[in-house]
């Protein structure tokens, strides 16, 4: 099981670049592209940073991938 993420895919709807995202939630550029390919998992923290910037919760920005479906 790992967490899937839309990241890309929502900093593109806002017209940001990596490092404005970076910025917005006070990480580095290359951390932000660690994250959008899936060799990154953000801490609970940085997760929540992610997911106010786009002002969206946390099951909108971030899902588990694998494994059982839990209802």
């Known amino acids: 099981m790992h967490i899937r993420n839309r990241v890309k ?3 593109a709807r806002h017209d940001w670049t990596q490092s ?3 910025d917005k939630v006070g ?3 290359q951390t932000i592209a660690s994250i959008e390919k899936g060799d990154y998992v953000p801490s609970l923290l940085l997760g929540l940073l992610i997911c106010n910037a ?5 099951e909108v920005v971030f899902q588990l991938n694998g494994g059982e479906e839990h209802s």
């Open 9 to 11: 895919e929502l900093r």
């Open 20 to 22: 404005q995202l970076a």
């Open 27 to 29: 990480v580095t550029r």
């Open 54 to 58: 786009f002002e969206l919760p946390m």
